[in-house]
T-cell receptor
Framework: GQNIDQPTEMTATEGAIVQINCTYQ??????LFWYQQHAGEAPTFLSY????GLEEKGRFSSFLSRSKGYSYLLLKELQMKDSASYLC???????????FGTGTRLQVFP | DGGITQSPKYLFRKEGQNVTLSCEQN?????MYWYRQDPGQGLRLIYY???????QKGDIAEGYSVSREKKESFPLTVTSAQKNPTAFYLC?????????FGQGTRLTVV
């Protein structure tokens, strides 16, 4: 089976850096996705990691350690518009099943 | 313009009626997915399909049905057997490093 854990809520200050963690247990692993979802809207794609290491894309970076079953999303220079839910999803190696964690709701304060 | 399109955006259904939600993609993606999201909750997998004419149950398939007659299309029928169908329904497609969502259909039972 698969189990994906994320913190439920986080808060941060505008201009700061925040790290959102995701731990997973899967029978077969073929990549991990991060999405941003604003209230009432569909998720939008942020990043995809399949190999260990850090991938940077502007203010957002994502890290993966397959041996530890661990990923994080790093958001730099936080802006008010970054207040949203952040979803971690794991792709199964054999079936292409895409399973989501419950998401982390981030609130950015001035 | 490539993308994944869900229709309608809002849908109202009377109790006891079946209703079909449309999902179409022109990204040439092989895998497609249907998720349900309840207020303040994560995404739960209903059905998914890796190839045409084949699909698999997700974690909450009871009361739902799907078909995959064309690569581009993966409609979801919410049947009268679904006890609590009011929710936000999201369709996604995946290929390689990309997995993207449609804008979602908000279904309300009246």
């Amino acid at each position: 089976g698969q189990n994906i854990d994320q913190p439920t809520e986080m808060t941060a200050t505008e201009g700061a850096i925040v790290q959102i963690n995701c731990t997973y247990q899967t029978s077969g692993f073929n990549g991990l996705f991060w999405y941003q979802q604003h209230a009432g809207e569909a998720p939008t794609f942020l990043s995809y990691n399949v190999l260990d290491g850090l991938e940077e894309k502007g203010r957002f970076s994502s890290f993966l350690s397959r041996s530890k079953g661990y990923s994080y999303l790093l958001l730099k220079e936080l802006q008010m518009k970054d207040s949203a839910s952040y979803l971690c999803a794991v792709r199964d190696q054999d079936t292409d099943k895409l399973i989501f964690g419950t998401g982390t709701r981030l609130q950015v304060f001035p | 313009d490539g993308g994944i399109t869900q229709s309608p955006k809002y849908l109202f259904r009377k109790e006891g009626q079946n209703v079909t939600l449309s999902c179409e993609q022109n990204l040439n993606h092989d895998a497609m997915y249907w998720y349900r999201q309840d207020p303040g909750q994560g995404l739960r997998l209903i059905y998914y399909s890796q190839i045409v004419n084949d699909f698999q149950k997700g974690d909450i398939a009871e009361g739902y049905s799907v078909s995959r007659e064309k690569k581009e299309s993966f409609p979801l029928t919410v049947t009268s057997a679904q006890k609590n169908p009011t929710a936000f329904y999201l369709c996604a497609s995946l290929r390689g490093r990309g997995a993207f969502f449609g804008q979602g259909t908000r279904l309300t039972v009246v």
